[in-house]
T-cell receptor, first 111, second 116 residues
Framework: GENVEQHPSTLSVQEGDSAVIKCTYS??????FPWYKQELGKRPQLIID?????GEKKDQRIAVTLNKTAKHFSLHITETQPEDSAVYFC??????????FGAGTILRVKS | GAVVSQHPSWVICKSGTSVKIECRSL??????MFWYRQFPKQSLMLMAT?????????EQGVEKDKFLINHASLTLSTLTVTSAHPEDSSFYIC????????????FGPGTRLTVL
């Protein structure tokens, strides 16, 4: 089955700097890749997603890139703010089916 | 739009009792709902996929007789933890897939279960 690896496990950046989180997946049939942000004790919130027919997607300070050949995708957050501090999870699925999550990245933005 | 609710938000029960958790999609129809378990500082682990009108599909290692899932309508799925034990204490989160948006899953707020 699908396996998703996520790095780094923790990431500390200075406010205003960029943050990059990387994920790799194993099943070449996966074609949907969402990113979720989870604050302590709260539900995961979808922040951006990308489908396999697109190589890059951007939404304000957040962008995701996908390399299907290498089977990896990355989350980029620019101009980080303290409120960006949270746990970020990547996931992969075969269209409409179950999501397989990465282990998560704790992002700390220091002001 | 795309709101998913869960009830209760937290529950404390005695060992050996059963607990039912409800997951509702409030403003969309969900043919498929998913149940996850999340231990502290860990990722979300899928327990089962709940399909409206049919039996749930359980992940390997998840006991279907212990975690009973019912998806009776397009807006409601329930998870019942039977004969709960302290090791079942966890954060249980459901998600629902909007049938009009084939991929996107929206998560409920989660239920914190503590078994004494």
């Amino acid at each position: 089955g699908e396996n998703v690896e996520q790095h780094p496990s923790t990431l500390s950046v200075q406010e205003g700097d960029s943050a990059v989180i990387k994920c790799t997946y194993s099943d070449s049939a996966s074609n949907y890749f969402p990113w979720y942000k989870q604050e302590l004790g709260k539900r995961p919130q979808l922040i951006i997603d990308i489908r396999s027919n697109v190589g890059e997607k951007k939404d304000q300070r957040i962008a995701v890139t996908l390399n299907k050949t290498a089977k990896h995708f990355s989350l980029h957050i620019t101009e980080t703010q303290p409120e960006d501090s949270a746990v970020y999870f990547c996931a992969a699925s075969i269209r409409g089916n179950k999501l397989v999550f990465g282990a998560g990245t704790i992002l700390r933005v220091k002001s | 739009g795309a709101v998913v609710s869960q009830h209760p938000s937290w529950v404390i029960c005695k060992s050996g009792t059963s607990v039912k958790i409800e997951c509702r999609s409030l403003d969309f129809q969900a043919t498929t709902m998913f149940w996850y378990r999340q231990f502290p500082k860990q990722s979300l682990m899928l327990m089962a996929t709940s399909n409206e009108g049919s039996k749930a599909t359980y992940e390997q290692g998840v006991e279907k007789d212990k975690f009973l899932i019912n998806h009776a309508s397009l807006t409601l799925s329930t998870l019942t933890v039977t004969s709960a034990h302290p090791e079942d204490s966890s954060f249980y989160i459901c998600s629902a897939r909007d049938i009009s948006l084939t991929d996107t899953q929206y998560f409920g707020p989660g239920t914190r279960l503590t078994v004494l």
